[in-house]
Every structure is written in structure tokens, then in C-alpha cells.
């Protein structure tokens, strides 16, 4: 759907499950104690509202993070195997290795590729010339067409 009509459906499905859920909220905040568990909870509800019902009224958001979730999961799942990363630089190093894999797969490239496609061009490049470092962005049209996974290749 279009920004505009997924606005529009959040308008008509969620609204209303929203405007009761914070008719109950604003009930139950004022019988429990503000210290309490509960209270507090509550509290944090109230405070972070405008956050929560955000996506009502911009189409261009998810209505959740579950992408964001999916992409760490790997990472997560695997983080015993990188012990090696024992060190500020071997971290810094996974972290930034990791960050370009998952920028990769998000925009449709061969992660494997867009590496080899960085190393054999960084070299070649003044990385302080921002048309050349804009070539290799994963978004760039010429890094789509060399580096995009199979089922995203143009026939």
C-alpha cells in the first residue's frame, strides 16, 4: 500500500482499539498507586503514548520492528561464535562487518558480493571524494546491478 493508504487503514482499524485502550489506561492509573509495579507501568505507558500512536498518522512507518528483530537474531543466536571479538578493535570490526551484511540483504544485494565489490574497488578509490564513496553505497545503481542476490537480478 501507498504511505497514504496505510494511513488511512491504521485510521480505520486501529484508531478505535487505541482510544479504548487509553480509556482504560487513564482508568487504571488512577486506582493504582503511582510506586507500585503496576503504577509505574502504567506511568511509563502514559508517558510514551505519543511514540505508541505514532504510526497513525504517518503511512511511511512499520507498525512494528519485527524486521529489525529478524536482522539481529543471526547475531544474536551466533554471539558465541565471534569470542575472537575480545578486544575494542575485534568488536569494532564485527560490529561494522555485521552492520554491512545487514545493509546489504536489506537492499536486495548478494551480502557476499557487495564485500568483493568493496575490497576490490576501496583501494582504488580517494574515500575522501564523496561522489566515489556514493558508487559504493548499496543503494548506488551501479552497486545494485553488480552486486543484487539472485532473485533480485534483472533479466
Known sequence: MTPDG????????????LDQ?????????RQ???????????????????KL??????????????RAERSIKPFVIGRKNWLFA?????????AVTYSIVET?????????????????????IDIHDPRQLDQLLPWSEVVKERCAAPANKRA
Request: net charge positive; glycine share 6%.
Open 6 to 17: 496505510r494511513r488511512a487503514g491504521r485510521q480505520l482499524h486501529s484508531r478505535k482499539a
Open 21 to 29: 485502550m487509553r480509556e482504560w489506561l487513564d482508568q487504571t492509573a
Open 32 to 50: 493504582a498507586s503511582p510506586k507500585s509495579l503496576l503504577g509505574s507501568a502504567l506511568t511509563y505507558c502514559v508517558n510514551q503514548w505519543p
Open 53 to 66: 500512536c505514532r504510526f497513525l498518522e504517518d503511512g511511511r512507518l512499520e507498525i512494528d520492528n519485527n
Open 86 to 94: 575480545n578486544t575494542p578493535k575485534g568488536a569494532t570490526a564485527s
Open 104 to 124: 546489504a540483504k536489506e537492499n536486495g544485494l548478494n551480502p557476499a558480493a557487495y564485500l568483493q565489490h568493496l575490497f576490490e574497488q576501496l583501494p582504488n
